[in-house]
């Protein structure tokens, strides 16, 4: 078992991700009695302690929500180094501060152009002895410059010391995929191709890109949330069992499922881009980067042979939610001669913004008549999260937990899947913002439609 750390430094101490998440969630940790040791912010903004302590209130202020107790404690923990990144003396400062910390987490809260730089001065300044890296995503382009990244890294850090964060595997309903699947032994029997038709992921959100137009230009939907919260869902949901609680063993289990999914082709993919979008500051006037996506992946194992699964995301849809629907077969004969829809018998896990799960089933009307009705049973229902994931992942990188951030051999298999489809090898739809995304994806889902609306199912 790794030991605790002894302090957390980050990179990146005044940028928007600081801001919005490694407060709010730092402060949660001290609330929750997991973070005491020192916390070193560094950017290159001339700031006193002062100065960074008051910007640290005002992002939790902004973003979440202020606990004085907790915030004067987090305060006394804080430090903060101001420096180019390129300059030695910025390392030298920091191996100072650091005093007599031997398992330092270094978190890199940067755009990865800069990752280079700030490995090498961490190692040239001693402060890589003993120390964990956690970066963020996106990890690397494509599968060529995720292997030039891994490789960067593993120059100063080996694999088991590298946590490459995917928020979406600290979110607590996609740990309660697997939790469900495998702490209720009803379910493994029915969890394959004999059982289940279809599979269908939506992640939808009723926001555009809005301030984020150059980020985003130059990723778009495939790269920002398929090859990573996505393709992690799907891990969760149709992996084997792990072979036990350890951390590799469930990660081992999701890169089996994932090196079995088939790379995409063309033709399992419509991309739209909603209308406006390259109106939005920071976009190419005449970009095709898509802001929606539906893809269909197959998966090549004995267990999922012939069962398709449907991926939909996209900004400027009708909704913010994100669901997952597993569709069971419809009865083998027609006993009753009724109109059955298709999701008429399901599982539907639902993971924001609050968290479900029903059983989907006909039921008979009361009466001679043998018609029945829609019915869903719901096992589970929970207004939202209870601890945001970068709490829950910043809390396991001081303790050294690896499961739920993406080994090396995981984000391999990632992009394998995603790589044929990137750039423009498929035709960009445009789409009417507050809609469902291109026509095209009706014909793509064809008699597995129609496609989950996740407001129908809201509670
Ligand atoms: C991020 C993406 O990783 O995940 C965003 O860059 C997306 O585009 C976000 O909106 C969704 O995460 P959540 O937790 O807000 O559903």
Not at 71 to 82: C, I, K, P, Q
Not at 268 to 283: F, I, K, L, N, S
Not at 330 to 336: E, G, K, L, N, S
Request: proline share 7%; aromatic share 8%.
């Amino acid at each position: 078992m790794a030991e605790d750390a002894d302090a957390f430094v980050f990179f990146g101490a005044t940028g928007d991700l600081a801001a919005k998440q490694i407060f709010p969630a730092l402060q949660i940790l001290v609330a929750n009695g997991e973070l005491d040791v020192p916390v070193i912010g560094v950017a290159d903004a001339p700031w006193s302690l002062e100065e960074f302590t008051a910007h640290a209130r005002r992002a939790i202020e902004e973003h979440a929500t202020l606990d004085e107790a907790a915030f004067a404690t987090l305060s006394g923990l804080l430090r903060y180094v101001s420096g180019d990144y390129a300059d030695t003396e910025t390392f030298t400062t920091l191996r100072t501060e650091l005093g007599a910390a031997e398992r330092p987490v270094h978190y890199l809260a940067i755009p990865p152009s800069l990752f280079e730089v700030v490995a090498s001065g961490l190692a040239a300044s001693g402060c890589t002895d003993g120390a964990r890296i956690v970066v963020e995503k996106p990890f690397g382009r494509d599968a060529g410059s995720a292997a030039e990244l891994n490789a960067l890294l593993h120059r100063y850090f080996s694999e088991d010391r590298i946590y490459r964060i995917d928020h979406y595997l600290g979110k607590d309903p996609v740990q309660n995929i697997i939790y469900t699947r495998f702490a209720n032994p009803i379910f493994e029997p029915i969890w394959n191709r004999s059982y289940i038709r279809a599979i269908q992921i939506t992640m939808a959100e009723e926001f555009g890109v809005e301030a984020r137009g150059s980020f985003y230009d130059s990723v778009g939907t495939i790269r920002d949330v398929v090859q990573n919260h996505l393709l992690a869902v799907v891990a969760n949901l149709c992996m084997e069992p792990p072979a036990g609680p350890d951390s590799d063993a469930i990660r081992d289990a999701r890169a089996m499922l994932l090196k079995a999914v088939r790379p995409l082709t063309p033709a399992d993919v419509v991309r739209g881009q909603y209308e406006g979008y390259r109106d939005t500051p920071g976009v190419a006037a005449g970009s095709t980067t898509e802001t929606f996506a539906a893809i269909r992946l197959a998966i090549d194992t004995w267990r999922w042979s012939g069962v398709p699964i449907f991926i939909r995301s996209g900004k400027h849809l009708p909704e913010t939610a994100t669901e997952i629907m597993v569709q069971f077969h419809r009865p083998p004969a027609d006993v009753f001669r009724e109109i059955v829809p298709p999701t008429s018998s399901h599982l539907r896990i639902r993971v924001s913004p609050d968290i479900s799960i029903g059983l989907g089933m006909r039921m008979k009307q009361p009466g001679d008549r043998m018609v029945g009705d829609e019915v869903e049973l719901r096992l589970s229902e929970q207004p939202g999260s209870v601890l945001p994931p970068y709490a829950r992942l910043l809390g396991d990188a001081l303790r050294g937990a690896t499961e739920l951030f993406t080994r090396e051999d995981l984000v391999d298999a990632q992009w394998r899947i995603i790589e044929p489809i990137l750039g423009d090898v498929t035709p960009i739809y445009r789409y009417r913002p507050g809609s469902w995304g291109p026509d095209e994806t009706i014909g793509m889902i064809g008699a597995f439609g129609p496609w989950n609306d996740p407001r129908t199912t809201a509670p």
